[in-house]
């Protein structure tokens, strides 16, 4: 059903049927305007047929009343009228005679009577009463008598004439005047009232007719023109939007073009209503244009309708198309060449709105040059919070908060692009992170996993190699090989708890008890531990510790593991009959622990950064011809990190030197307090 009805054959009739509500309703209009102009229709007069109620006739009695008036106005003048109130004055007379009227009046003035009845003479004097008498039984009449203050007439509104319209009082004096009229309601004469009759009697079944041609025709021109708004552009079987030729045609230039025609045709109409025509005549020149106007409107409405539908109304605009060629030709030249070109364009239209505005007092000018100011005024704020939005983006991806998107709805131009750019490096980054984490658990994850699958085996191997130690063996080479593997299953069984423990500490499974701890005394304890071993390689230790507490906030345990790693990194790897130095500092509000030792080895020469150390697997011996698994100083490290503190190497030579800072107790309360408020 949907593919039917937009065929070429409903199409079609759609906009005949269009046209042929158009004339329609345009031809009731019309009527119903022609049946205005005549007042042969008011809503007052859509449930009557008698003449006498309507509108029109008390119109007609309006204007007979309007000529009886000027006629006796013109007649006080007497000679002093000139050529065309004489003329005037002729027509009004031939107007009032009383054998071709049916409109008599008594009107007097000053004493004297003047009538348009027969058998009267000029000066004759009329009894008020009996006239009243003579034109009730005429039909309609009126009673306008300044004298006695009496007012009195059973015509619709005509009240209203004499007392409220101010182009009556000219000609009606309101003081020693009588006027009497009365109408013939049998209309025997054939004058203007006889032919407003006929005429009324005829257009009257028009008006329903009219306002229910008017009606039904407005609603099928709208249904009509609703149909056409869905099916513009669409064809059988085919979701994309057609377009023509004539659709390609710039939007401005249509849209000129339309209202020029329009603006034709309807000055066109104008003229044509002014004339004097038969309402036939006009009525068919007031179809014809209005289907010629129908037709113009259907070809812009629904070529914009498809432009709009197909998403490129704006792109195919003269504005747009002008827009374009401006970037373009400013995109092939410099940044500060554009700047320049767009600072003299201000200078130029500033200069020449300033100088109409103040020189030459011009308001128009004035109110351009508020626009223009206005216009800048707009285009700068925009810029700048546009710029606001893209560093509040790159602050936020900056801080880590790499899913961060900066709202493209409010940025133009080239900020927009800057932003779209920024947001897929931001999404790079993401990425890049989230690959990085994905490879760093699968790393953990495996290391752990291999750790215990070395496990099992390697517990067997030691087991099996105590048993051999228990044996009654006697051969000195046999023995030796049992204690190689002994020393190397040990070594090997320490590696693999260094790796479970390594990937524990990097993916913070690691349960912390954080208290208050006395640096001082674990540093003491710890170099206790280490005596033997440093007086073997005749090592000397060089402290320099407070006399006091030096209370922190870590796990005392792993604590003390990152201390006792760096004392046996010392151990292993210090230059034997060299001093090794250790400090405590008390810096405002951190508590500072060095460690300094001269390298067996040269470590500018082993890495070539000192970060490298604290990577998992790297030794400052590179030959890894000594002892130790490379994973001590990561451990160290994450474990400092876990607890709140920071952990730095620094190589200068052959010097090494490892440094801990951990906040002091007080600073921690400090910092506690303040969250508490």
């Keep these: 059903m949907e593919n039917k009805s937009y065929s070429y054959g409903v199409k079609i009739t759609g906009v005949i049927l269009h046209f042929f509500f158009t004339i329609i309703l345009t031809l009731s209009l019309f009527l119903l305007g022609a049946l205005i102009s005549k007042n042969i229709f008011e809503f007052s007069d859509i449930g009557t047929r008698n003449f006498l109620n309507s509108g029109y006739y008390t119109q007609t009695i309006q204007e007979k009343c309007d000529h009886l008036g000027e006629y006796m106005y013109l007649r006080g003048k007497g000679d002093e009228r000139t050529a065309e109130e004489n003329r005037k004055y002729l027509q009004y007379t031939d107007e009032f005679k009383a054998e071709d009227t049916n409109f008599c009046f008594w009107y007097k003035l000053k004493d004297l009577w003047i009538t348009n009845q027969p058998d009267t003479y000029e000066g004759q004097s009329f009894d008020p009463e009996l006239l009243m008498m003579q034109a ?35 000609y009606w004096p309101t003081d020693d005047v009588i006027l009497i009229i009365g109408v013939d309601t049998q209309f025997s004469a054939m004058d203007d009232l006889y032919y407003a009759s006929e005429e009324y009697h005829q257009m009257y079944p028009w008006i329903k007719t009219a306002i229910t041609a008017a009606l039904m025709s407005l609603i099928g021109w709208i249904l009509t023109l609703i149909y056409l708004t869905l099916a513009a552009g669409r064809r059988v079987g085919d979701a994309e939007i057609h377009l023509t030729a004539f659709d390609k045609i710039k939007t401005e230039i249509l849209f000129v073009g339309f209202i020029a025609i329009a603006a034709e045709l309807v000055y066109i109409i104008v003229r044509v209503s002014d004339q004097e025509w038969e309402l ?42 002008v827009k374009n060629g401006i970037l373009k030709v400013m995109n092939n030249q410099k940044a500060t060449t554009n700047m320049l070109i767009i600072f003299m364009c201000h200078l130029v239209i500033g200069f020449v709105l300033a100088l109409g505005t103040f ?23 925009r810029q700048a919070l546009e710029k606001y939005y893209i560093m509040e983006g790159v602050k936020r991806i900056k801080e880590g908060a790499l899913d961060t998107k900066i709202d493209l709805e409010e940025l133009r131009g080239e900020n927009r692009i800057l932003a779209e750019d920024i947001n897929n490096i931001g999404a790079g980054l993401e990425f890049a992170v989230e690959e990085s984490t994905k490879n760093e658990r699968m790393k953990a994850d495996l290391i752990t996993n291999v750790s215990h699958d070395i496990k099992t085996p390697l517990t067997s191997i030691v087991n099996y190699v105590n048993l051999l130690k228990r044996e009654d063996i006697e051969n000195e080479r046999a023995l030796g090989y049992i204690r190689i593997l002994d020393e190397k299953a040990e070594r090997l069984k320490q590696l693999t708890e260094d790796l479970v423990e390594a990937s524990k500490v990097s993916s913070g499974n690691v349960k912390l008890d954080m208290q208050t701890i006395d640096l001082v005394e674990l540093v003491y304890q710890t170099a206790g531990e280490f005596d033997e071993k440093f007086e073997r390689k005749r090592l000397t230790i060089v402290t320099k510790l407070p006399n006091v507490p030096v209370y922190i906030w870590a796990d005392g345990r792993q604590l003390y593991r990152v201390i006792e790693n760096l004392y046996n990194n010392v151990a292993k790897y210090a230059m034997e009959s060299t001093r090794v130095y250790v400090e405590i500092m008390v810096k405002e509000e951190r508590v500072i622990f060095s460690i300094k030792n001269v390298s067996e080895k040269s470590l500018a020469q082993e890495n070539s950064q000192a970060g490298d150390l604290t990577e998992r697997f790297t030794r400052g011996d590179s030959s890894r011809t000594t002892e130790g698994s490379g994973l001590g100083l990561s451990i160290a490290k994450n474990l400092t990190c876990l607890m709140g503190g920071t952990f730095n190497i620094s190589v200068d030579g052959d010097l090494f030197r490892a440094t801990l800072i951990f906040l002091n107790q007080s600073s921690i309360e400090k910092v506690i307090d303040i969250g508490k408020i």
């Design 136 to 170: 009730r039984t005429m039909g309609n009449y009126l009673l306008y008598d300044m004298e006695n203050k009496e007012f009195g007439t059973d015509i619709k509104k005509l009240a209203t004439y004499f007392f409220e319209s101010t182009n009556t009082q000219m």
């Design 280 to 321: 036939s005549g006009l009525l068919a020149a007031a179809g014809t244009v209005s289907f010629v106007m129908d037709v113009l409107f259907l070809v812009f409405y629904l070529s914009i309708v498809k432009l709009m539908k197909a998403e490129c109304l704006w792109k195919n605009s003269l504005v747009y198309w």
């Design 359 to 381: 020189r030459y007092k011009n308001r128009l000018s004035m109110l351009l040059l508020l626009m223009f100011c206005g216009i800048e005024g707009y285009l700068l704020l």
